[in-house]
């Protein structure tokens, strides 16, 4: 996260909340009013998105005076208080749900990861990774909430990694051609991941030489078994288990020994972290 990025986020908030006013503090708060908010969790949670937290209140207010309690990255229990603001009152009421939307957002999504590696079994050196499952435009923020949480991000965007998918072997006529197809076309430091739906196509990908084999919705008994086969190899191409992935299955698929686990859940199902703001004045 850049401070030109974060800017940018901030601008396109404030113009869909801010692009009338706001008729409400500007009718009840005298202009002089000053007032100091707290941000404090209700509930426990992963800190994340202090940055773009305060950003906001700054942003829309320069005057506006702000703290860090809490660092990120931090597990706190209900009644933690996070960050503080004090300045213009009209400045904290007008700033407080846009800055309130980026920290609760980012802070669930940081508690999901936590919560999925924690389910890890112990010892394990399997990742737990995000997906392209995003909110658009809020890439960047999701991405850093999952990396705050203790999970790891997979590719960026379309352009960062070859990744073939089961549409993309429909449409290039086989595993085979698609690998090598990709083979000659990508960047000499880019790997080659591939999807596969069952043993067959594993198969095709191990021969095709994919340096990474996704096992998609596979069961934990046949991930197990996938792992034994490419262990037998002398070149291992990486595994990544994917598809279905619930927080249950978590440790058995990781003492199944697969390398990766991709969970689209960190961000398209990661609950809104629990967060007020107090104002006193």
């Known amino acids: 996260m850049t401070p030109s990025i974060i800017d940018k986020l901030l601008d396109r908030a404030?113009?869909?909340?801010?692009?009338?006013?706001?008729?409400t503090t500007e009718a009840c708060v005298l202009p002089a009013a000053q007032a100091r908010a707290t941000a404090v969790a209700r509930k426990p949670l992963v800190v994340c998105g202090g940055e773009v937290f305060l950003r906001a209140f700054t942003r829309l207010d320069p005057e506006v005076e702000a703290r860090v309690h809490i660092a990120e990255g931090?597990?706190?229990e209900k009644?933690?208080?996070l960050w503080e603001v004090r300045g213009r009152a009209r400045s904290l009421l007008m700033a407080e749900r846009t800055a309130l939307n980026f920290a609760q957002r980012m802070s669930?999504?940081?508690?999901?990861?936590?919560?999925?590696?924690?389910?890890?079994?112990p010892g394990s050196s399997t990742r737990i990774a995000d997906t392209r499952k995003t909110t658009p435009g809020l890439r960047v923020?999701?991405?850093?909430?999952?990396?705050?949480?203790?999970?790891?991000?997979?590719r960026d965007n379309l352009g960062s990694a070859v990744m073939i998918?089961?549409?993309?072997?429909?449409?290039?006529?086989?595993?085979?051609?698609?690998?090598?197809?990709?083979?000659?076309?990508?960047?000499?430091?880019?790997?080659?991941e591939v999807e596969v739906a069952n043993f067959a196509e594993l198969d095709q990908a191990l021969a095709a030489g994919a340096d990474i084999i996704m096992l998609d919705?596979?069961?934990?008994?046949?991930?197990?078994?996938?792992?034994?086969?490419?262990?037998?190899?002398?070149?291992?191409?990486?595994?990544?288990?994917?598809?279905?992935?619930?927080?249950?299955?978590?440790r058995a698929l990781s003492e199944a020994g697969v390398d990766v686990i991709s969970v689209g859940a960190l961000t398209h199902s990661a609950p809104a972290a629990d967060i007020a703001l107090d104002l006193a004045l």
């Open 141 to 154: 923020l999701e991405r850093y909430a999952v990396r705050t949480g203790g999970a790891h991000n997979h």
């Open 74 to 76: 931090t597990a706190v």
């Open 217 to 250: 919705n596979f069961s934990v008994e046949d991930v197990r078994a996938a792992v034994e086969l490419v262990r037998k190899l002398p070149v291992r191409p990486i595994l990544e288990a994917s598809g279905g992935i619930t927080l249950e299955r978590i």
């Open 79 to 81: 009644g933690a208080v």
């Open 14 to 23: 404030f113009e869909e909340d801010l692009s009338g006013g706001d008729l």
């Open 165 to 192: 998918k089961d549409n993309h072997i429909i449409a290039a006529g086989g595993i085979g051609p698609a690998v090598e197809r990709a083979r000659a076309r990508a960047p000499h430091t880019s790997r080659v």
């Open 108 to 121: 669930g999504i940081a508690t999901a990861a936590r919560t999925y590696t924690s389910a890890l079994a």
